[in-house]
């Protein structure tokens, strides 16, 4: 692996954990990060590295632990949002499961 691509994928990395900590942490204790700059910062700094490592990259793997491991990190995000938008509404909980569980239907679909 090159170094600029290693750098790229580093980067991709921690503005990922840092974005999904940062909003976790403010979804928790409201006004703990957005009270003096935007979470939203990571995730665009996240895309970017993430399109230029894409770029970067010269060669392919499958990675299927990797990719079930997004599906599942991405399915505790939704299910985050879901449960957090719905405040205590009959059809949270059961909105909230298809939520957790919709991209990993979608990921075995794909593969």
């Known amino acids: 692996m090159r170094a600029f691509e290693k750098i790229m994928q580093t980067t991709f990395f921690v503005s990922l954990a840092s974005y999904a900590t940062f909003w976790i942490l403010d979804m928790i204790f409201s006004g703990f990060v957005s009270d003096f700059f935007s979470v939203h910062i990571f995730l665009l700094s996240a895309i970017a590295s993430g399109v230029v490592w894409s770029w970067a990259m010269k060669e392919y793997g499958e990675r299927a632990f990797a990719q079930l491991c997004c599906a599942v990190v991405m399915g505790i995000f939704l299910f985050i949002v879901v449960l ?6 009959s059809y949270c909980v059961l909105l909230a499961l298809i939520s957790f569980i919709t991209p990993t239907i979608v990921w075995s679909l794909l593969k």
């Open 84 to 89: 957090s938008v719905c405040k205590g509404e």
